[in-house]
């Protein structure tokens, strides 16, 4: 059983900061999700633990089973056994999603090793056919022309296929429709295991009417400022954020706002995003 843990993490971009002290622990077989309105540092903080070099952390730790996550580079944190399911995947023109998906399994085995092409094949559909994704898709380019729903899909086809410790979904649940929400609900619980310890990072219950969630806690101003259950996320459900606001007397719960274009990726290199086409 893993355990990822963040102690005081303050984190900035451009001279601004962000993450204002984030504690958090996550252990294998749990499931957290973090809520709270836009620009409170949510997607901030996935991005920090797998290591975007657009943000510079100042101050804090983040351990996996007691190494030090910061002073892993993106690969070695995925590795390491990090997965981070992106708010917005980026398109990759000239690399299929199957050839994508084996080799990022193969880097995540032992220096020589190679999953071999039958088990690979066998996983790879089976995986396909769960999340009801059409069957062409081992030979599209990766995310090129996907709809944001398969895009959304195609993130859990990796976590299904890649078997990490700790998942970071980050608003997994944006532009799908109820059927595809119910689909990659239903593919993400039937994960669960003591082996896998899950943070999802929604705005809204309807994800967590899918995938339950057995810690939930709100992000204002940069930090986790509420910690509870399933009655927390009804509260929040019913009356909003407001409650929590005048309660700890918060005038603006925001750190960041983005501009409305702007879109913090990983590994955009010579993507179709990156290359403005």
Same mark, same amino acid.
């Given at each position: 059983?893993?355990?990822?843990?963040?102690?005081?993490?303050?984190? =900035?971009?451009?001279?601004?900061?962000?993450?204002?002290?984030?504690?958090?622990?996550?252990?294998?077989?749990?499931?957290?999700?973090?809520?709270?309105?836009?620009?409170?540092?949510?997607?901030?903080?996935?991005?920090?633990?797998?290591?975007?070099?657009?943000?510079?952390?100042?101050?804090?730790?983040?351990?996996?089973?007691?190494?030090?996550?910061?002073?892993?580079?993106?690969?070695?944190?995925?590795?390491?056994?990090?997965?981070?399911?992106?708010?917005?995947?980026? #398109?990759?023109?000239?690399?299929?999603?199957?050839?994508?998906?084996?080799?990022?399994?193969?880097?995540?085995?032992? =220096?020589?090793?190679?999953?071999?092409?039958?088990?690979?094949?066998?996983?790879?559909?089976?995986?396909?056919?769960?999340?009801?994704?059409?069957?062409?898709?081992?030979?599209?380019?990766?995310?090129?022309?996907?709809?944001?729903?398969?895009?959304?899909?195609?993130?859990?086809?990796?976590?299904?296929?890649?078997?990490?410790?700790?998942?970071?979904?980050? =608003?997994?649940?944006?532009?799908?429709?109820?059927?595809?929400?119910?689909?990659?609900?239903?593919?993400?619980?039937?994960?669960?295991?003591?082996?896998?310890?899950?943070?999802?990072?929604?705005?809204?219950?309807?994800?967590?009417?899918?995938?339950?969630?057995?810690?939930?806690?709100?992000?204002?101003?940069?930090?986790?400022?509420?910690?509870?259950?399933? #009655?927390?996320?009804?509260?929040?459900?019913? #009356?909003?954020?407001?409650?929590?606001? #005048?309660?700890?007397?918060?005038?603006?719960?925001?750190?960041?706002?983005?501009?409305?274009?702007?879109?913090?990726?990983?590994?955009?290199?010579?993507?179709?995003?990156?290359?403005?086409?």
């Amino acid at each position: 059983m893993s355990v990822l843990t963040i102690k005081n993490l303050h984190a =900035e971009v451009d001279g601004k900061e962000i993450l204002k002290g984030v504690n958090l622990e996550i252990k294998g077989g749990e499931t957290h999700a973090i809520m709270g309105p836009n620009g409170t540092g949510k997607s901030t903080l996935a991005s920090v633990v797998m290591g975007h070099p657009k943000f510079t952390v100042t101050k804090g730790e983040i351990l996996l089973d007691g190494l030090n996550v910061l002073e892993m580079e993106v690969d070695e944190r995925s590795r390491a056994g990090i997965f981070l399911g992106m708010q917005h995947p980026a #398109e990759v023109p000239g690399v299929t999603n199957s050839d994508f998906i084996k080799t990022a399994m193969n880097a995540h085995l032992e =220096e020589g090793k190679n999953i071999s092409l039958f088990k690979f094949i066998i996983q790879y559909d089976k995986a396909v056919a769960q999340l009801k994704m059409n069957e062409d898709l081992p030979h599209r380019y990766l995310n090129e022309g996907f709809s944001g729903g398969e895009k959304k899909r195609n993130e859990i086809l990796q976590l299904k296929m890649l078997k990490p410790k700790i998942a970071i979904l980050d =608003e997994i649940d944006s532009g799908l429709d109820v059927d595809a929400l119910k689909i990659v609900g239903e593919n993400v619980t039937a994960m669960k295991s003591k082996d896998l310890g899950l943070l999802l990072i929604t705005h809204y219950q309807r994800l967590l009417d899918y995938i339950s969630a057995d810690v939930v806690h709100v992000m204002m101003q940069g930090r986790i400022v509420k910690t509870g259950n399933k #009655e927390l996320i009804k509260r929040i459900d019913t #009356e909003g954020y407001d409650w929590i606001k #005048e309660e700890l007397g918060i005038d603006d719960e925001r750190v960041y706002v983005e501009e409305e274009k702007e879109k913090i990726m990983l590994g955009t290199c010579a993507t179709k995003e990156a290359l403005g086409l």
